[in-house]
């Protein structure tokens, strides 16, 4: 019966409108939602909740179109209230498992390492954040997990890998270590690995202004570095103020061992940037780990362990005596 009333009131309040007026209410009330919350479903739903409550309650000694933003700014204050309430749930809920989580895999007493692995979970998608709980409420059985989550086994070995990579990437950079690749997540590896692959295709091609977005910072007009790669060997990394720089090892056409550095950043698209082009570095000195010179730079790693850098702390008067004796028994 109260339905029916509602219903008869509101036809009576659309005969006061033209359908025209009423269009362009409902628009005044959508653009103001769309504007303040930047989503087309929910400024639909306050557009068509504004519009009914308008037919239903609307007070002809009021101005509409104030009325209809008024009410507008009523339904989006609600919307944000909600949105707001869940988020500090989710918070909540999210630190609450991180130190569940925290607790079932720590086994060091180094709080330091403990909080810097704790705050490396804050880095994870939601849908990375609830693959890895999964996985340990599944006492870190992925056979268990596969009862759950309907992909081959395969599949989910490698993402449960790369989450936990991207996890002590985190954990690394946040013990304040810049200089190794243990800083490197796998996502920034395949960006690494994207580019590199392109700028051995481009650089055969002599094609570089083809890479224009990664190299849209810096100008090449005059660059004329003759770097020829064969193969990718590896990379190095360190990390200084959000700027990375590689160090990218390969072999030329004629199969020798070279270098190059380059510098860059990864921008809020998730896109790396250049800030210094690849420059070649005077040719490295490759050392057979099973020479008598390899044998003591072995010596040298055991008794200087890497400190916070991530780096040998060997000191480099020491690494320099045995190059030079590397390089007079070459000539």
């Excluded at 999964?134 to 790369?162: G, V």
Aim: aromatic share 12%; hydrophobic share 30%.
């Amino acid at each position: 019966m109260c339905m029916e009333k509602s219903i008869d009131l509101m036809e009576k309040e659309m005969e006061k409108f033209s359908d025209k007026e009423l269009e362009n209410f409902q628009k005044v009330a959508f653009d103001y939602a769309l504007y303040k919350t930047g989503n087309l479903d929910i400024a639909r739903d306050i557009s068509s909740q504004t519009i009914s409550l308008f037919l239903l309650s609307f007070n002809q000694n009021s101005d509409p179109k104030k009325w209809i933003l008024n009410t507008s700014k009523i339904y989006c204050k609600k919307y944000f209230d909600t949105v707001g309430r869940e988020q500090r749930q989710t918070a909540k809920y999210r630190t609450e498992l991180i130190d569940i989580i925290s607790e079932q895999t720590s086994s060091e007493t180094n709080h330091q390492l403990n909080e810097a692995f704790k705050d490396s979970f804050n880095t994870l998608t939601n849908e990375e954040f609830y693959t890895i709980l999964t996985y340990f409420n599944c006492n870190q059985n992925l056979q268990n997990m596969l009862e759950i989550i309907e992909i081959s086994y395969d599949a989910l070995r490698k993402k449960i890998s790369r989450i936990k990579r991207k996890l002590k990437a985190e954990t690394y950079r946040r013990l304040g270590y810049f200089g190794t690749k243990r800083i490197v997540t796998p996502q920034l590896d395949n960006l690494i690995i994207k580019f590199l692959k392109r700028l051995k295709t481009n650089l055969e091609n002599d094609s570089l202004h083809k890479m224009y977005y990664y190299f849209s910072e810096v100008d090449l007009s005059n660059y004329q570095e003759k770097i020829h790669i064969k193969k990718i060997i590896d990379y190095d990394i360190e990390l200084n103020n959000s700027i990375y720089k590689a160090w990218v090892f390969y072999r030329n056409p004629e199969n020798e061992p070279e270098s190059f550095t380059l510098e860059f950043y990864v921008d809020n698209r998730n896109h790396l940037k250049i800030v210094t082009p690849p420059t070649k570095i005077e040719k490295p000195v490759v050392i057979d780990m099973s020479s008598l010179e390899g044998k003591k730079i072995k010596a040298l790693l055991a008794k200087y362990p890497e400190d916070k850098t991530g780096r040998p702390s060997i000191p480099p008067e020491e690494l320099e005596r045995i190059i030079k004796d590397f390089e007079n028994k070459s000539k």
